[in-house]
Antibody
Framework: EVQLQESGPGLVKPSQSLSLTCSVT????????WGWIRKFPGNKMEWIGH???????SYNPSLKSRISITRDTSKNQFFLQLNSVTTEDTATYYC????????????????WGQGVMVTVSS | DIVMTQTPSSQAVSAGEKVTMSCKSS????????????LAWYQQKPGQSPKLLIY???TRESGVPDRFIGSGSGTDFTLTISSVQAEDLAVYYC??????????FGSGTKLEIK
């Protein structure tokens, strides 16, 4: 079974960069699409972006100038970097895998990590 | 961007009751070539990560109890829980995957058990 685990600092200062790691077991990240999603206090959920099996990326246009999603296939990990954070980036960050029916990939998420809460504060 | 609107924002029901919640999209999620609606529902219980319940608007994920029923087409969708259990306490989200970037979620419906 696919398992995902986020890791990273729980506290980031404003204007700094937020860096998170998603470690995947049970499935190779060179297959499927792998996404980052965040949930703000108050329940709003936002898709951040994803990285594909080939390493191509797609980002939320609202964040595109500040984010980068990369991967290390040797460690079966993918990463999120969010630059110039503000208090509005305070959220719980999840990594997740896209659904694959054996033929096609679809952009909804069937496996999720447990999430990492990130607070942006000085 | 496709805007997803969920109503109500919260509701409280007694165990055993039927509950329905709505999700409306700002444009149709029906893909004419395969006649599928690109709409998923998730359940997020307190302290847990979201769990996929339903995709293609009405297909239950493996292991999801059959009291969870997804319906609708085009721009109007409904999640019904036919007989609510105490364990169904959660926030429920819809998500469209018809068009991206960006993928978009509804604002959630919080289900409380009386």
């Amino acid at each position: 079974e696919v398992q995902l685990q986020e890791s990273g600092p729980g506290l980031v200062k404003p204007s700094q960069s937020l860096s998170l790691t998603c470690s995947v077991t049970g499935y190779s990240i060179t297959s499927n699409y792998w996404g980052w999603i965040r949930k703000f206090p108050g329940n709003k959920m936002e898709w951040i972006g994803h990285i594909s099996y080939s390493g191509s990326t797609s980002y939320n246009p609202s964040l595109k100038s500040r984010i980068s999603i990369t991967r290390d296939t040797s460690k079966n990990q993918f990463f999120l970097q969010l630059n110039s954070v503000t208090t509005e980036d305070t959220a719980t960050y999840y990594c997740a895998s896209a659904y694959y029916d054996g033929t096609y990939y679809y952009n909804f998420f069937d496996y999720w990590g447990q999430g990492v809460m990130v607070t942006v504060s000085s | 961007d496709i805007v997803m609107t969920q109503t109500p924002s919260s509701q409280a029901v007694s165990a055993g009751e039927k509950v329905t919640m709505s999700c409306k999209s700002s444009q149709s999620l029906l893909y004419n070539e395969n006649k599928k609606n690109y709409l998923a529902w998730y359940q997020q219980k307190p302290g847990q990560s979201p769990k996929l319940l339903i995709y293609w608007a009405s297909t239950r994920e493996s292991g999801v109890p059959d009291r969870f029923i997804g319906s609708g087409s085009g721009t109007d969708f409904t999640l019904t829980i036919s007989s609510v259990q105490a364990e169904d306490l959660a926030v429920y989200y819809c998500q469209q995957y018809y068009n991206f970037p960006p993928l978009t979620f509804g604002s959630g419906t919080k289900l409380e058990i009386k």
